[in-house]
C-alpha cells in the first residue's frame, strides 16, 4: 500500500522538516559536532530563526528574525560537510512531503550551501 505523502503547506510542516533534519544532523557521525556546538549557544532561539527561514523562504512570509540567512544556517560551505548537510535534509524532506514547495526546499538548500562560501 503506497502512501502519499503532502506538499509542504504551512508552519506546522516547516517546524516538521527543520526539526527532522536537525534530529538527523545530530544522530550523524561528522554533522553532530557541528550541531552541539549550535545547540550549546542557544538552540530554541537557532530553531525559531531556521522555521523563520524556512517560512520566508517558502512562502515569503516575513522573516523576524532580521537575518535573510541565518548565520547557522549557512554551515557547511563545501566539502563532505555540505554533501552531508545536504543528503539530510534532502532525506528530511522526502521522508516526510513531496510536491512544489518539497523541491523548492531541495533545491533552495542546494543553493544556500553553494553561495555561502
Known amino acids: 500500500m503506497?502512501?502519499?505523502?503532502?506538499?509542504?503547506?504551512?508552519?506546522?510542516?516547516?517546524?516538521?522538516l527543520v526539526d527532522c533534519f536537525c534530529q538527523k544532523a545530530h544522530q550523524d557521525a561528522l554533522l553532530a559536532p557541528i550541531f552541539g556546538a549550535m545547540a550549546a549557544v542557544h538552540w530554541p532561539n537557532h530553531l525559531t530563526s531556521l522555521y523563520d527561514y524556512w517560512s520566508s523562504t517558502l512562502f515569503g512570509r516575513t522573516n523576524r528574525t532580521g537575518q535573510p540567512i541565518p548565520q547557522q544556517l549557512a554551515m557547511p560551505a563545501r566539502g563532505s560537510y555540505q554533501r552531508q548537510w545536504i543528503g539530510l535534509f534532502n532525506k528530511a524532506v522526502e521522508e516526510n512531503f513531496a510536491?512544489?514547495?518539497?523541491?523548492?526546499?531541495?533545491?533552495?538548500?542546494?543553493?544556500?550551501?553553494?553561495?555561502?562560501?
Open 2 to 16: 503506497s502512501t502519499v505523502l503532502p506538499d509542504i503547506r504551512n508552519e506546522g510542516d516547516i517546524k516538521l
Open 99 to 117: 510536491g512544489a514547495k518539497a523541491e523548492e526546499a531541495k533545491v533552495k538548500a542546494q543553493t544556500i550551501t553553494i553561495t555561502i562560501e
